[in-house]
């Protein structure tokens, strides 16, 4: 399995917005349940967002009505729109092109830190 590639990240201001890609290869992913999780300084990894091949969407209570996940089979892309950002969305966010259930079991990549701060 190929390692997904996590982009889009940086420091932001609180209320700011950022967008998060992960690009991927391999046509079984357009069938797959792909994405979204954070881990944050001496916290486990969580999910934040999953979407299925048919665009199913589930969220985190934390980030529901700020992150948006969506998915371009075409291109084999999955991003996060994250909008309202705050101090605690901080955190080393990672794509998985893979879940069984919510049960991430790709690859993961090297992840895109995204940092909230004034």
């Known amino acids: 399995q190929v390692q997904p590639v996590e982009s889009g990240g940086g420091l932001v201001q609180p209320g700011g917005s950022l967008r998060l890609s992960c690009a991927a290869s391999g046509s079984i992913l357009r069938i797959n349940t792909m994405g979204w999780y954070r881990q944050a300084p001496g916290k486990q990894r969580e999910l934040v967002a999953a979407?299925?091949?048919?665009?199913?969407?589930t969220y985190a209570d934390s980030v529901k009505g700020r992150f948006t996940i969506s998915r371009d089979n075409a291109k084999n892309t999955v991003t996060l729109q994250m909008n309202n950002l705050k101090p605690e969305d901080t955190a080393v966010y990672y794509c998985?092109?893979?879940?069984?259930?919510?049960?991430?079991?790709?690859?993961w990549g090297q992840g895109t830190q995204v940092t909230v701060s004034s």
């Open positions: 998985n092109t893979r879940l069984i259930g919510l049960v991430p079991r790709g690859p």
């Open positions: 979407i299925t091949s048919g665009g199913q969407t």
